[in-house]
């Protein structure tokens, strides 16, 4: 089963937060070749809030940790689970200095894509926001179309960002 989770940083416990940080550093630093602090100091702002989806079967959903059966060189080890929450897709929210809403962050794990779970965190984070506030993204390039799906147009110049071409987006309150 899928479900969606809001938490604002001090309500994630430590098995979230490290599941948070390690999808983003796979899809961000890692596939896309970045070298950049991806812990930026926003996560922890009080009006962040943080969205995504996780699988669960009725209790704590959980995932093999190859580093873990690395460690030992047991391969009986590889069979072990942790607590640690296995999810699929996660963005964050920000509060912008102008009173917008910022969305970023948007990544959803390698083996779950193509599954529609950006559109729906997508969805979900709107709903949060609400229609009577400005939202804005910076997306990368090949990804517009998922924003504009989500009534997002394009609000600027395209830009290098760590060599990924990005586009300024912005949904205007309704």
Known sequence: MIE?????FSDLDAATLYAILRLRSDVFVVEQDCAYSDVDG???EPGTRHVWLAVTDGGAATEADPAESLRSGDADDADRTNTTPHI???LRILDD????????RVCV???ARRAGHAAALMAAALDLIGAGRDTVLDAQAYAT???EDAGFVRDGEEF???GILHVPMRRPAQ
């Open 42 to 44: 926003r996560d922890v």
């Open 88 to 90: 699929l897709a996660y």
């Open 97 to 104: 200095p102008d009173g917008a809403a910022r969305i970023g």
């Open 160 to 162: 290098l960002d760590d």
């Open 145 to 147: 179309r998922l924003y």
């Open 4 to 8: 969606l989770h809001v938490a604002g």
């Open 109 to 111: 794990a390698r083996d």
